[in-house]
């Protein structure tokens, strides 16, 4: 249930990450309460995540996921460009999720 907790959280992280883009500092009114809203929800599901996890391993998870997401994200969304090198930069944050998860 920890890691299903864990999941959601960097799903809001990626949303949040996001949202403050279309908040444009904060300016835009619904933009800025969607990327609060996701950022409570963000760390409150990795707050119960850390109840039987270990911190350094959920926290390490969470932000890759909030990393691979939010590339992915601008990638599609905003149209940044994915170089041969940012994949495999970014096939490293995944193999390290990996293997947070495999020996927790």
Do not use: N
Request: charged share 10%.
């Amino acid at each position: 249930m920890s890691w299903l907790l864990l999941f959601l959280a960097g799903l809001f992280e990626i949303v949040w990450a996001t949202g403050l883009k279309y908040a444009e500092g904060f300016t835009r009114l619904w933009p800025s309460l969607a990327t609060l809203a996701a950022l409570a929800l963000s760390l409150s599901l990795l707050g119960l995540a850390l109840r039987q996890l270990p911190l350094s391993t959920a926290y390490s998870v969470w932000s890759g996921i909030g990393a691979l997401g939010t590339v992915v994200v601008g990638a599609l969304v905003f149209g940044e460009h994915l170089s041969a090198l940012r994949l495999g930069c970014i096939a490293l944050i995944l193999l390290g999720i990996i293997g947070l998860k495999l020996t927790s």
